[in-house]
C-alpha cells in the first residue's frame, strides 16, 4: 500500500515543518504503544496487511491501536490509555459504545435464538418506528447498508426496465459496484480512483453528476435510462457538502417527471436528526436507506419503500424466485439484528439524544472556528446535526470535486496522529466528528485544546 507524500500548497501548511512535525508524532506514538505494536505484529502473520480488514490500515501512524474495551464515547487501548471516541466506528457506534438499553436486549436475545429464517416481533417494532422517522411506509431488513443500497438498485431496475443508476461524483454508497465511478477532466464516467477490479467499466452501468448542478442532472434524467438516483442528500464521505438552497426539491421534481425511483441514502446523514436529513427538512424520497449505528454496533441494515414503490415490486417478483432473484443473505432480518435495531431506535437514539448530541456538535464546530479565527488557518468547519468536520480550504464546497481538490492524505494523517496521541480519536477518511449521546462537553472541550495546540504548531 501506498501513501502521498506532503500537504499540498492550497492547506496553507509548510511541508517541511508538516514532515518534522509528523517524525516527532511518530515517536511518540511508537514510545507510548508497546502493547499495541506487539499485538500487530502478532497479527502480522497471518491478517492481511495486519488487519481484519484492509481499510483498517489506514489508520494514522506505523500500526492501529488496539482497543481492549469502548463503553459509551470513551475507549481503552491495550497501553491503557483512555481516547474520547470521536470516530465512534465511521458512524456504527453513534448511538455510543454498547448502550446499555442495547446490550440488554441482545443479551436476552442471545440466550433466545440468534437466526432461525423465521420473523420475530421486533421487525414490525423496528419497521414502524422507521416508518414514523422516515415517512415511507415499507420496510425491509439487511446485514449492511451496501446490501440496502444494492437490493434498491436491482429493485430499481426491475420495476422501471431501465438499466442505469445515478451517482453524484465523489459519493460513497458502500461496496457497491455500480457507485464506484467518478467525471474525469472530460466530464466522461470512469472508474473511482483505487476502484479495485471492477466488474465492467461503470460507464456502462452508471450516470455520474455533479452535487450542486441541476442542469447536469436534468440532463442525465431526460435520457429516459435512469432507474434510480441514488444519493445522500448531504455529501458525508468527501468531508461534508451541503445542498444549495433548491437542489433537493428539483432532484424530487426531476426525478418524479422522468419516472426515476429517488433513492436517499440516509446512513450517514441519519446525524441530522432521529429521521435523517428526510425528517428534518421533510423530504419526499421514493426509497430511504439506514444502517450503521441503527442495530447499535450490532449488524443491521434496512431500506423503506413508498406505498407506491413498493406495491410495483410486490406485483413484479414471482414468490416461487423470491430466494434467488439476488435480493437476500441468510442472516439478513435476522433475530439478534432486529432485537439491537428495534432497542436502539426506540430507547438509545431517541428525539432527545439527538436534541443533546447536536448541541455538542454545535459546541465542537464553534471550538474549531475559534482555533481556525485565532491562527488564521485557511481552513472551514461545517456541521450536520451531531456530525461535524473541518477541511482544508477556506469556504465550503460546492461539490465533490471541489472537495476532493483540496483534500491532502498527508495533513489528514499527520493532525490524526497528533490528535490519537492526545487521547482523540477522529475517523481515517477525512477531519469528521460525530457526538453521540454518552459524549460530554469536556470530551468536545478535550479535543478543541488539542486541535488549537495542533493548529498552533503549524501556523505559528
Ligand atoms: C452513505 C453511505 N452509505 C452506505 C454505506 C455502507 O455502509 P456499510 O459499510 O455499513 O455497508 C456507507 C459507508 O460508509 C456510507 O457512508
Known amino acids: 500500500m501506498t501513501t502521498s507524500a506532503a500537504a499540498h500548497a492550497g492547506t496553507g501548511v509548510d511541508p517541511a515543518r508538516l514532515e518534522r512535525l509528523h517524525a516527532r508524532e511518530v515517536e511518540r506514538f511508537v514510545a507510548e504503544r508497546p502493547a499495541s505494536r506487539a499485538l500487530h505484529e502478532q497479527a502480522a502473520e497471518h491478517l492481511l496487511g495486519g488487519v481484519p480488514m484492509s481499510w483498517m490500515a489506514k489508520w494514522p501512524g506505523p500500526f492501529p491501536v488496539y482497543v481492549d474495551r469502548a463503553e459509551g464515547a470513551h475507549f481503552t ?3 491503557g490509555i483512555d481516547h474520547v ?13 454498547s448502550p446499555e438499553p442495547t446490550v440488554r436486549r441482545v443479551r436476552d436475545q442471545v440466550g433466545r435464538g440468534i437466526t432461525a429464517m423465521l420473523p420475530t416481533a421486533d421487525g414490525a417494532v423496528a419497521a414502524e418506528e422507521l416508518t414514523r422517522r422516515f415517512g415511507v411506509p415499507s420496510w425491509q431488513f439487511t446485514l449492511s447498508a451496501t446490501d440496502a443500497n444494492r437490493h434498491l438498485i436491482r429493485y430499481a431496475r426491475h420495476v422501471t426496465g431501465r438499466r442505469k443508476v445515478l451517482v453524484v461524483d465523489w459519493c460513497y454508497h458502500g461496496t457497491v459496484d455500480e457507485t464506484f465511478a467518478t467525471l474525469d477532466d472530460t466530464g466522461a464516467v470512469v472508474p473511482r480512483r483505487g476502484n479495485i477490479g471492477p466488474p465492467i467499466p461503470p460507464s456502462e452501468t452508471t450516470v455520474v453528476v455533479p452535487f450542486n448542478d441541476v442542469p447536469a442532472l436534468e440532463a442525465a434524467l431526460a435520457t429516459g ?11 458525508t464521505n468527501i468531508g461534508i457538502v451541503l445542498p444549495e438552497d433548491g437542489y433537493l426539491d428539483a432532484l ?5 417527471q422522468h419516472g426515476t425511483v429517488l433513492v436517499l441514502d440516509e446512513t450517514h446523514t441519519l446525524c441530522a436528526g432521529p429521521g435523517g436529513c428526510t425528517g428534518a427538512w421533510g423530504l419526499e424520497p421514493d426509497a430511504v436507506v ?15 419503500m413508498s406505498e407506491q414503490l413498493a406495491d410495483r415490486m410486490r406485483r413484479s417478483v414471482e414468490l416461487e ?6 435480493i437476500g443473505g441468510t442472516l439478513a432480518g435476522n433475530a439478534l439484528s432486529l432485537a439491537a435495531v428495534a432497542t436502539t431506535l426506540t430507547e438509545v437514539l431517541t428525539d432527545e439524544a439527538f436534541a443533546r448530541m447536536t448541541a455538542l456538535a454545535e459546541r465542537w464546530t464553534a471550538g474549531v472556528q475559534g482555533v481556525l479565527d485565532a491562527t488564521g488557518a485557511p481552513w472551514h468547519v461545517t456541521r450536520l446535526g451531531c456530525r461535524a468536520e473541518y477541511a482544508f480550504s477556506p469556504t465550503p464546497p460546492r461539490d465533490g470535486a471541489e472537495a476532493a481538490a483540496a483534500d491532502d492524505f498527508a495533513l489528514q494523517q499527520y493532525l490524526h496522529l497528533h490528535a490519537l496521541n492526545r ?10 466528528a460525530l457526538m453521540s449521546p454518552a459524549t460530554t462537553e469536556s470530551d468536545v472541550d478535550r479535543h478543541t485544546d488539542a486541535f488549537a495546540e495542533c493548529a498552533t504548531e503549524l501556523f505559528a
Do not use: Q, S, Y
Not at 89 to 95: E, F, L, P, R, V
Not at 252 to 256: D, G, K, Q, V, Y
Not at 423 to 432: E, S, V
Open 77 to 79: 487501548c491495550a497501553d
Open 85 to 97: 471516541d470521536l470516530c465512534l466506528g465511521d458512524t456504527g457506534a453513534m448511538c455510543g459504545h
Open 225 to 235: 435510462d435512469v432507474a434510480c438516483a441514488l444519493l445522500e442528500p448531504v455529501m
Open 252 to 256: 424530487r421534481r426531476l426525478t418524479r
Open 290 to 304: 439506514v444502517g450503521k449505528t441503527i442495530g447499535g454496533g450490532i449488524p443491521a441494515g434496512a431500506f423503506g
Open 321 to 326: 424466485d423470491i430466494d434467488v432473484g439476488g
Open 423 to 432: 487521547g482523540l480519536l477522529l475517523t481515517p477518511f477525512h477531519n469528521m
